[in-house]
Nanobody, 124 residues
Framework: QVQLVESGGGLVQEGESLRLSCTDS????????MGWFRQAPGKEREFVGG????????KYADPVKGRFTISRDTASNTVYLQMDTLRPEDTAVYYC?????????????????WGQGTQVTVSS
């Protein structure tokens, strides 16, 4: 059974960095593309970035390009989100997602598996 477990959220100041991690603790072979969405209070859930199984084709949303980096350890089926130069507008709950298809899509409905979410707060 797929179970995505996130870690690494917290409170930082503007300009600082955080790294989020997400592992399929069920250690299944059902998760291929993985990625991250976020949801700020009063806003819709939005795509942040994603990566395919072999880690060769990361995709990013425009607001985070050049600041966030996704990587993946296929041996442990862990995906990382390195967030640099954080801004107050990055404040949100960040969700790890997984798909049974090896394509990075940007719609929430394209992902079958979701983590519980981790809070990221950036103060100005």
């Amino acid at each position: 059974q797929v179970q995505l477990v996130e870690s690494g959220g917290g409170l930082v100041q503007e300009g600082e960095s955080l790294r989020l991690s997400c592992t399929d603790s069920g250690r299944t072979t059902e998760v291929y593309a993985m990625g991250w969405f976020r949801q700020a209070p009063g806003k819709e859930r939005e795509f942040v970035g994603g990566i395919t199984w072999n880690g060769r084709f990361p995709k990013y949303a425009d607001p985070v390009k050049g600041r966030f980096t996704i990587s993946r350890d296929t041996a442990s089926n862990t995906v990382y989100l390195q967030m640099d130069t954080l801004r107050p507008e990055d404040t949100a709950v960040y969700y790890c997602v997984g798909s049974s298809i090896n394509i990075v899509n940007v719609r929430p409905e394209d992902y079958q598996y979701w983590g519980q979410g981790t809070q990221v707060t950036v103060s100005s």
